[in-house]
């Protein structure tokens, strides 16, 4: 056995000893965390998958949106890019752009189609141009940007791939991940997200889940298979503390201490919960 395996064995006996103490402790001062309960239960969205096999309701609008520069987009995932922003910023790196977040179901539908039928003028037939569109182009109900959480941005105008071998494209690639985004389309994870290589696409998932996925080489979907298998991750910040991130199906019925978040997996019945809990050094 290795060290490695050793100091995982430890780290998750210890968040299991915590996770116990911390739910002992909400059930004894349940009453005083009543009025809290209520919180608790509200679900972000942040991690909520969304592809063809997840895809939202025609009548999906989401939450929290707010204006910026004639865009809606998500608040929280608004404020971390302009925190992001500033830091790239201060890097000596400028001239990024929000190029589009939200979209409405609607307008999914018609760029979808207006592309579908661009193919066909080339000469496919229906069934190739769909599939071809459906390669960049996600399918009405499968796009993130109906979440308000996926920001395209560049640094020209223009949504290319060119963008990755850009300074601001090679910053985000690295750093994007400290502010809760990934690049949500990966170059190597083609297979699994069925999209191509789309650098310009990141997804606001929050603090730490970006940075799991970017340790671990996750894309969305693999994060959420690797989550529902193991149950339970315990990530360690820079000043000491960790997050512990649960996945499970049933929710707690008061606020553990430390409850940063609570996202659904998916849209729709009977989804799973991923929680995430901050705990300072002890």
């Keep these: 056995m290795t060290s ?48 063809q096999e997840n895809s939202l309701d025609s009548n999906f ?5 707010v204006e910026y520069q004639k865009i809606k987009v998500n608040s929280v995932a608004l404020h971390a890019y302009n925190t992001m922003l500033s ?16 979209r409405p179901y609607p307008y999914q539908r018609a760029i979808f189609e207006q592309r579908v039928r661009e193919f066909i003028k080339m000469g496919k037939s229906e069934d190739e141009a769909i599939y ?3 390669q960049s182009i996600q399918y009405p109900g499968a796009s993130e940007h109906q979440t308000g959480l996926a920001l395209d941005v560049s ?8 963008f990755a071998d850009t300074p601001a494209g090679l910053w985000l690639d690295e750093h994007c991940h400290k502010f809760g985004f990934i690049v949500r389309y990966a170059q190597n994870k083609t297979d699994v997200t069925h999209i191509i ?7 606001y998932v929050g603090i730490p889940h970006a940075s799991i996925m970017k340790n671990l080489d996750l894309s969305l979907e693999e994060y959420h298979n690797y989550l529902k298998e193991i149950k339970m991750y315990v990530y360690w910040g820079d000043a000491g503390d960790y997050f512990l991130v649960i996945h499970t199906d049933v929710l707690p019925e008061v606020r553990p201490n430390g ?24």
Excluded at 88 to 97: A, F, N, T, V, Y
Excluded at 259 to 282: A, E, F, M, Q
């Design 61 to 65: 609008k989401p939450e929290g949106l």
């Design 87 to 102: 830091v790239m910023e201060g890097d000596g790196i400028k001239g990024l752009r929000l190029q589009s977040a939200y």
């Design 132 to 134: 071809l569109t459906s």
């Design 197 to 203: 290589y789309e650098p310009w696409h990141l997804r």
């Design 4 to 51: 490695t395996y050793y100091r995982a064995v430890i780290l998750c006996v210890t968040a299991v000893l915590i996770i116990f103490l911390s739910v002992t402790i909400v059930k004894t001062n349940a009453q005083t965390l009543e009025s809290e309960t209520a919180d608790f239960v509200e679900d972000s969205g942040f991690l909520r998958l969304i592809n």
């Design 259 to 282: 409850l940063i978040d609570v996202s659904s997996d998916r849209w729709g019945d009977s989804p799973n919960y991923i929680i995430t809990l901050h705990k300072v050094k002890v």
């Design 155 to 162: 640094v020209s105008g223009q949504l290319n791939q060119a």
